[in-house]
């Protein structure tokens, strides 16, 4: 490969390094080409870009973009995923894939932002739910307080009501 191409290859893979949110390295040894593109296909539907790269223009890339902690990660044939919408989606997406098709693929290790993870945080991630049931669920804690509060105050009031209601009744009886 000539020197215009690797540099070429630098800016993309460092274009691609910033835009991402989550970055998770596997090792591909022994995937079959017909499994790399199915697996390509599946990531693909997930907003998921997954790259066969060159270590060394890696790390070029990374500290071009200030995350010199991927180089830690990639070594030997290593082929890159690249997730750009949720943080969980690559993981959860890269495990399922190895679980339904049974095949030796890997992971390395992974990248959050800053934070360097290991593979088995990487597949801790891949076992979270979903960010919508996340958010759900905190709407949920955030509004338990408060139905709270008004249940406290409506059994009051309903009291009230039924002292008052029972008065009535008393006062009826005797008038």
């Given at each position: 490969?000539?020197?215009?191409?690797?540099?070429?290859?630098?800016?993309e893979l460092?274009?691609?390094?910033?835009?991402?949110?989550?970055?998770?390295?596997?090792?591909?040894?022994g995937?079959?080409?017909?499994?790399?593109?199915?697996?390509?296909?599946?990531l693909?539907?997930?907003?998921?870009?997954?790259?066969?790269?060159?270590?060394?223009?890696?790390?070029?890339?990374?500290?071009?973009?200030?995350?010199?902690?991927?180089?830690n990660?990639?070594?030997?044939?290593?082929?890159?995923?690249?997730?750009?919408?949720?943080?969980?989606?690559?993981?959860?997406?890269?495990?399922?894939?190895?679980?339904?098709?049974?095949?030796?693929?890997k992971?390395?290790?992974?990248?959050?932002?800053?934070?360097?993870?290991?593979?088995?945080?990487v597949?801790?991630?891949?076992?979270?739910?979903a960010?919508?049931?996340?958010?759900?669920?905190l709407?949920?804690?955030?509004?338990?307080?408060?139905?709270?509060?008004?249940?406290?105050?409506n059994?009051?009031?309903?009291g009230?009501?039924?002292?008052?209601?029972a008065?009535?009744?008393?006062?009826?009886?005797?008038?």
């Open positions: 490969m000539r020197l215009d191409q690797k540099k070429k290859m630098v800016d460092a274009d691609k390094l910033e835009r991402a949110n989550i970055v998770i390295a596997t090792s591909y040894r995937l079959t080409v017909a499994q790399m593109t199915e697996l390509r296909r599946k693909r539907q997930g907003n998921i870009e997954y790259r066969v790269v060159k270590n060394n223009l890696v790390r070029f890339a990374a500290e071009r973009t200030g995350k010199e902690g991927l180089t990660i990639v070594e030997g044939p290593t082929a890159i995923a690249f997730g750009y919408g949720d943080i969980i989606a690559p993981a959860k997406a890269l495990l399922d894939y190895i679980r339904s098709a049974k095949i030796e693929l992971i390395i290790g992974g990248m959050l932002g800053q934070q360097v993870l290991s593979s088995s945080e597949s801790s991630l891949a076992s979270m739910p960010k919508e049931v996340l958010i759900s669920k709407i949920g804690e955030l509004q338990l307080p408060i139905y709270r509060l008004v249940t406290v105050l059994a009051n009031i309903t009230l009501v039924g002292i008052l209601a008065r009535q009744r008393q006062l009826e009886k005797g008038g």
